[in-house]
């Protein structure tokens, strides 16, 4: 049984999420009561200090990883519900990843890296099909490439299109700039912010670095695995002196 919510709620909500690692003798809580919503159709950055819990956050509200309490919602269905081979499929049909690393397999050209996805689904995509989504991160002429043959952006931007080939409910997206130079990271950013504007796609991104958080709509701050503030249009500025506030303080405030 899944929960079905209504139309206009959040593509993603967490309420009281709890992640504890370790033993009883020796615990990191690594989320501490974290919740949250994350608006369909919006670019959201979820920023914080080393160790707050951005990648713990970002894995649970993706079913990549069960929370140890709390309930997380993702598109109307409560993941807290669905076993194991429910939340695989969830994964795999209704959300989209995206790595600092790229995570293309090395054997295939980009066009079969983009397939990927749909062929574990079961289904025969048409090439046609997964040219224009190549052709949607600029990359139509790229396609019979393997991931050797392209610079870091092209890859990023080829995980970008196996991320959406699904037409996932949400993009995750963990330091997608991580890798990349300044100029090839503001392509990507670009693009995921298009990706926003012009499909209506929900992203939720992890960074640590304050001029990524301004391409997104809003930014949530973490600290010791608990929400500590947010912004609306967040500015590099804005964001980078709430992170000084934020580490220096250690805390929430
Ligand atoms: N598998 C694990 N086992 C034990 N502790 C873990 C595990 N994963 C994360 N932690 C701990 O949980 C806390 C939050 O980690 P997490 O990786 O979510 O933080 P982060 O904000 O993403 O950090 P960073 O910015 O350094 O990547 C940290 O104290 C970390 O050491």
Redesign the pocket.
Known sequence: MTATLPQTAAAVALRDVRKA??TRSAV?N?LDGVTLEFGRGRFTAVM??????????L?CAAGLDRPSSGEIELAGTALGKLSETQLTKLRRDRIGFVFQSFNLLPSLTAELNVALPLRLAGKRPQRREIRAVLESVGLADRARHRPAELSGGQQQRVAIARALVTRPAVLFADEPTGALDSTTGREVLVLLRRMVDSGGQTIIM?T?DPYVTSYADRVVF?AD?RVAGELDDPTPRAVAERMAHLESSGGVW
Do not use: E
């Open positions: 690692y370790g990191v690594a914080g200090p080393s160790g707050s819990g951005k990648s713990t956050l894995h992890v640590h973490l695995g």
